[in-house]
């Protein structure tokens, strides 16, 4: 291999790997949803936590299936019926508590398909808090999900970042801790 060669591959590398890495540290990373494994984004403002909850559409339908009694008389098959249906399904079974243990107020912004993930579903709650020390609980979504569910939460307030990965056995995440 001549000299020009040997320089043009190893520039060729060498921006390969530079560009790679400023396009990793410039992107956000996406949300990774498979079975039995959701995601939750937790975004605070003050004392109103916006909660983003993704799960794959297949676990949705599996926890529906289950869970069918909750339903009964219910017609899905009206507009925006089932999308309604999953809001209130999640948002019966994720809870926010204040530091005096009283439970937030809730109310579900968003519910149905994913638009990042044409195989999810996201629901989107928002929550009011009388205090700043929260603490997010998905146990019961997650003890319906099945034994090996797990979550992986993501809790967000500006720049700084944290995940926790919890199952229907962790304690509830407290905002608190998270930055």
Same mark, same amino acid.
């Given at each position: 291999?001549?000299?020009?060669?040997?320089?043009?591959?190893?520039?060729?590398?060498?921006?390969?790997?530079?560009?790679?890495?400023?396009?990793?540290? &410039?992107?956000?990373?996406?949300?990774?949803?498979?079975?039995?494994?959701?995601?939750?984004?937790?975004?605070?403002?003050?004392?109103?936590?916006?909660?983003?909850?993704?799960?794959?559409?297949?676990?949705? %339908?599996?926890?529906?299936?289950?869970?069918?009694?909750?339903?009964?008389?219910?017609?899905?098959?009206?507009?925006?019926?089932?999308?309604?249906?999953?809001?209130?399904?999640?948002?019966?079974?994720? $809870?926010?508590? @204040?530091?005096?243990?009283?439970?937030?107020? &809730?109310?579900?912004?968003?519910?149905? %398909?994913?638009?990042?993930?044409?195989?999810?579903?996201?629901?989107?709650?928002?929550?009011?808090?009388?205090?700043?020390?929260?603490?997010?609980?998905?146990?019961?979504?997650? $003890?319906?999900?099945?034994?090996?569910?797990?979550?992986?939460?993501?809790?967000?307030?500006?720049?700084?970042?944290?995940?926790?990965?919890?199952?229907? %056995?962790?304690?509830?995440?407290?905002?608190? @801790?998270?930055?």
């Amino acid at each position: 291999m001549n000299r020009w060669r040997i320089w043009a591959l190893l520039v060729a590398v060498l921006a390969t790997l530079l560009g790679g890495r400023l396009l990793m540290n &410039s992107v956000q990373p996406e949300v990774f949803i498979q079975s039995d494994i959701s995601a939750a984004k937790i975004v605070r403002d003050n004392k109103r936590y916006v909660v983003d909850i993704a799960m794959l559409a297949t676990d949705v %339908e599996r926890m529906f299936l289950m869970e069918a009694s909750e339903r009964v008389g219910e017609d899905l098959s009206k507009s925006g019926a089932l999308e309604r249906e999953i809001g209130k399904f999640v948002g019966n079974r994720v $809870t926010m508590r @204040d530091d005096s243990g009283a439970v937030c107020a &809730s109310t579900v912004a968003r519910a149905g %398909e994913d638009p990042a993930n044409d195989e999810g579903v996201l629901v989107v709650l928002s929550f009011e808090c009388a205090s700043d020390n929260a603490t997010y609980d998905a146990t019961r979504l997650l $003890t319906t999900q099945g034994p090996r569910a797990w979550q992986v939460v993501t809790t967000m307030r500006g720049e700084m970042k944290r995940q926790v990965l919890v199952n229907w %056995e962790s304690p509830p995440v407290a905002m608190s @801790d998270a930055h």
